[in-house]
């Protein structure tokens, strides 16, 4: 069931990550494409994109509500203290219809008849950056706060939790860092997605190489930052024989990333080169999921 568990975790955060990042990609490529780049078919890459981000959302509900179910049958802790925020996770349920509503409306208007006037442009890119920066503010955090609040790092209060409790659990240090290292996630690996589907759009291709190596290489010192305000940095340092090993892994996979996200972001393009991008994206995926879920009982 762990194993299992570890995969699903993966497969929900690549897509939340696809879905978060996606739409703010989809409307810096549609503006700088209109500007720069009018030539190479962006309108086409932008609604593919636009479309699998309001896929990729949806999946990734779906996926994380299948772990939800899974922790409830390993019996989690996790569980055991969801009543307690019961205001906070109705808030986020309608945030997550906001978002999907948002992404949609975006898709559909973009393929029914993409807008023309500035003023619909703007109204229409808000719609992208309204879905994206709600997933990529709200839910890290919320996560997180759960992810302590079940290991006994935050002392619950006995009256109901309120918007004030929240706010001070959700500016320390290991949860802002969390944030932080999502929405860095996000970018990675949006850009890998382009990379991938980017078909013969060449330019797009080396942007997305870039942003996706820049996004990596922000991510050594959020890391650090993050490890160093972990109260779990014992399992990940040897508390954890398997978790030691999956994160020194995911380690070297990331390393090995980058060197070939470089080659890329220089016109190292081809499928072989394309493909290992991708290999190793998902390797460090999960083996960073196994980094986090090996050692929980």
């Known amino acids: 069931m762990k194993i299992i568990s570890v995969f699903v975790l993966a497969a929900h955060l690549l897509a939340m990550n696809l879905a978060s990042a996606g739409p703010l990609a989809c409307v810096w490529m ?21 479309w699998h981000a309001w896929y990729a959302l949806i999946a990734g509900v779906l996926l994380g509500l299948l772990l939800g179910w899974l922790d409830w049958v390993r019996g989690d802790r996790l569980v ?37 006037t500035g003023l619909a ?47 001070l659990w959700a500016f320390q240090p290991d949860v802002v860092a969390q944030a932080v290292h999502f ?8 850009g890998v997605y382009v990379l991938i589907c980017g078909g013969a759009n060449e330019v797009w291709r080396r942007h997305a190489a870039r942003a996706a190596l820049a996004a990596s290489l ?22 954890s024989i398997p978790s030691a090993v999956a994160f020194g892994t995911s380690i070297v996979l990331a390393f090995s990333l980058m060197h070939h996200l470089a080659a890329a972001s220089f ?16 390797l460090t995926v999960l083996c960073m999921t196994a980094t986090l879920r090996l050692p929980h009982n």
Not at 88 to 114: F, H, M, N, Q, V
Not at 128 to 157: M, W
Not at 267 to 277: A, C, H, L, S, V
């Open 267 to 282: 016109g190292e393009t081809d499928r072989p080169q394309i493909r290992r991008i991708a290999a190793l994206l998902l």
């Open 183 to 190: 929405a860095l996630a996000s970018i990675a690996v949006t």
């Open 80 to 116: 055991t203290i969801l009543p307690a925020f019961s205001r906070k996770l109705a808030w986020g349920i309608a945030e997550i219809a906001c978002s999907i509503a948002w992404t949609g409306l975006y898709c559909g208007w973009l393929s029914w008849r993409p807008p023309q």
């Open 30 to 50: 549609e503006w700088r494409g209109r500007r720069q780049h009018p030539e190479t078919g962006t309108a086409s890459l932008v609604a593919r994109l636009a």
């Open 121 to 167: 442009r703007a109204m229409h890119r808000s719609l992208a950056i309204l879905s994206a920066t709600n997933l990529l503010y709200h839910f890290p955090i919320l996560l997180r706060v759960l992810s302590k609040a079940a290991h006994g790092q935050i002392q619950l209060p006995h009256e109901p939790i309120t918007a004030a409790h929240f706010r």
């Open 218 to 239: 922000l991510q050594i010192p959020v890391g650090v930052w993050l490890l160093a305000h972990l109260p779990e940095q014992a399992q990940l340092l040897g508390g």
